[in-house]
């Protein structure tokens, strides 16, 4: 059964920093990996989304790594700004992809 | 155009009270989801379709009833909820598996 991980629970940067956050997973036989970000009381908004066959992708600022053998991907922000505080989300693709498995977030702070 | 519409977008009801909500994408999505989500937890899986045919349902109790009247269209229907079942209830699609998912902006319940 696929778990997802995401250390830290929460994160608090200066504005302007290049960042990483993290997220593990415990089944190498992931189909996908999607990145989100949520905004408090909003949906999900796609940032991100790399199939098991890719190592990354870039949209903007940001760069999303996937590593199926260590069971690590990694979300890249760089210059960070204030509208980029919010709560980030990965989740695996498993059983033929129909599903997404989340992780618990890392809620993101940038400090003006 | 990459967007999922929920409506309503705040919905009160009582225990007794029957009602729905309605979500809808014209992006051509032949797999759509129910999510509930809690406060500062991640969103868990409520129900799946693929094709207009439910695929997955997450053992959900039956006073959460879903519908898919056609490609893109799909209903929850709610009837007998517990104050617990109070959570943002969030909307998802995508086009085929592997596929990025996009989510709604999601209805805010509460069950009073």
């Known amino acids: 059964k696929q778990e997802v991980t995401q250390i830290p629970a929460a994160l608090s940067v200066p504005e302007g920093e290049n960042l990483v956050l993290n997220c593990s997973f415990t089944d190498s036989a992931i189909y996908n990996l999607q990145w989100f970000r949520q905004d408090p009381g909003k949906g999900l908004t796609s940032l991100l989304l790399?199939?098991?066959?890719?190592r990354e992708q870039t949209s903007g600022r940001l760069n999303a790594s996937l590593d199926k053998s260590s069971g690590r991907s990694t979300l890249y922000i760089a210059a960070s700004q204030p509208g980029d505080s919010a709560t980030y989300l990965c989740a695996g693709g498993t059983e033929g992809a129909q599903k997404l498995v989340f992780g618990q977030g890392t809620r993101l702070t940038i400090n003006p | 155009d990459t967007e999922v519409t929920q409506t309503p977008k705040h919905l009160v009801m009582g225990m007794t009270n029957k009602k729905s909500l309605k979500c809808e994408q014209h992006?051509?999505?032949?797999?759509m989801y129910w999510y509930k989500q809690k406060a500062k937890k991640p969103p868990e899986l409520m129900f799946v379709y693929s094709y207009e045919k439910l695929s997955i349902n997450e053992s959900v109790p039956s006073r959460f009833s879903p519908e898919c009247p056609n490609s893109s269209l799909l209903n929850l229907h709610l009837h007998a909820l517990q104050p617990e079942d109070s959570a943002l209830y969030l909307c998802?699609?995508?086009?085929?598996?592997?596929?990025?998912?996009?989510f709604g902006p999601g209805t805010r319940l509460t069950v009073l």
């Open positions: 998802a699609s995508k086009e085929t598996s592997g596929s990025e998912q996009f």
């Open positions: 992006m051509g999505h032949r797999a």
């Open positions: 790399i199939q098991s066959s890719q």
